[in-house]
Nanobody, 121 residues
């Protein structure tokens, strides 16, 4: 069974840090783009950042996360990370992993189940 499993969320004080991980498992041939989205209560899901198989990164809202969030991946481990520093109240959301997985001759888009990040004092 192919799946994405996130971990690393939790409760953190403003100014703190968290590192989210998302591991893909199953009969995967390769992984193309991977990314992180977030959804705050009452809001739609927004893209945070993406990273290509070759490591090219894109941050959807650079002003919101610039200098604070860093996306990276380990292709050998089929894992994508989101390092979040200097966290703010407005970073509170459920964070979802997304990936384009190549399974045999086809590629399909998958979502993780989400991990809660709460920034609170």
């Amino acid at each position: 069974q192919v799946q994405l499993v996130e971990s690393g969320g939790g409760l953190v004080q403003p100014g703190g840090s968290l590192r989210l991980s998302c591991a893909a498992s199953g009969a995967i041939s390769s992984i193309e783009n991977m990314g992180w989205y977030r959804q705050a209560p009452g809001n739609q899901r927004y893209l945070v950042a993406t990273i290509s198989r070759l490591g090219n990164t894109n941050y959807a809202d650079a002003d919101a996360v610039k200098g604070r969030f860093t996306i990276s991946r380990d292709n050998a481990k089929n894992t994508v990370y989101l390092q979040m520093n200097s966290l703010k109240y407005e970073d509170t959301a459920v964070y979802y992993c997304n990936a384009d997985l190549v399974i045999g001759p086809t590629m399909a888009n998958y979502w993780g189940q989400g991990t809660q990040v709460t920034v609170s004092s």
